[in-house]
């Protein structure tokens, strides 16, 4: 079925700690897997994705890990920072040729100062 | 700026009614993608079109409709509305029809119905 569960719904780390979202999903075709930022109000932001034939990509503070095998992706911020709290979608499209993305339903990030 | 743009960037209108939302695709995108996003909740696929032919059908309620013209501009039509349909409603364009392209998201246009 089409399905990405997101976890944790909610998340609050102390400035300079590390956080970690996991998305899993259904499709095994799926083959790309990106990552948005959302603050409030504003529009969804590609921040990083990974391809299938790539287990990890980095980019400063933050890195996504991909394992095919269990069907789950996860986005790491290291250092975090108080701008650093938003809204934070993962997605995964359905198929590896299709059109659509199914979105996790979130996780909100806090920062605390 | 992500380079797609979307008006009118806040609509009120009353239940019943019927309105337009337009995007207008990054240069060179050839796909546009809508989405409906609630209040304090995930993004809901409803339409995607390429190169002005749907291409795939989320959620997207009867009611509702979109079409892609030949500047590829695209709109979302919405009649009969109702309290629930209260949203932002987002598009996104990607180069191609295919999804593993990355989609590149406009300002959202904030529907209130009362």
């Known amino acids: 079925g089409e399905n990405v569960e997101q976890h944790p719904s909610t998340l609050s780390v102390q400035e300079g700690d590390s956080a970690v979202i996991k998305c899993t999903y259904s499709?095994?075709?799926?083959?790309?897997f990106p990552w948005y930022k959302q603050e409030l109000g504003k529009r969804p932001q590609l921040i990083i994705d990974?391809?299938?034939?790539?287990g990890e990509k980095k980019d400063q503070r933050i890195a996504v890990t991909l394992n095919k095998t269990a069907k789950h992706f996860s986005l790491h911020i290291t250092e975090t920072q108080p701008e650093d709290s938003a809204v934070y979608f993962c997605?995964?499209?359905?198929?590896?040729?299709?059109?659509?993305?199914?979105f996790g339903t979130g996780t909100r990030l806090k920062v605390l100062a | 700026d992500s380079g797609v743009t979307q008006t009118p960037k806040h609509l009120i209108t009353a239940t019943g009614q019927r309105v337009t939302l337009r995007c207008s695709p990054r240069?060179?995108?050839?796909?546009v993608y809508w989405y409906q996003q609630s209040l304090d909740q995930g993004l809901q696929f409803l339409i995607q079109?390429?190169?002005?032919?749907?291409?795939a059908k989320g959620n997207i309620l009867e009611r509702f409709s979109a079409q892609q013209f030949p500047d590829l501009h695209s709109e979302l039509n919405l009649s009969s509305l109702e309290l629930g349909d209260s949203a932002l409603y987002f598009c996104?364009?990607?180069?191609?029809?295919?999804?593993?392209?990355?989609?590149?998201f406009g300002p959202g246009t904030r529907l209130t119905v009362t």
């Open positions: 996104a364009s990607s180069p191609s029809g295919r999804g593993s392209y990355e989609q590149y």
């Open positions: 499709d095994s075709a799926s083959n790309y």
């Open positions: 990974i391809r299938s034939n790539v």
């Open positions: 997605a995964a499209p359905k198929g590896s040729g299709t059109y659509k993305y199914i």
């Open positions: 240069s060179g995108d050839l796909s």
């Open positions: 079109y390429y190169n002005g032919e749907e291409r």
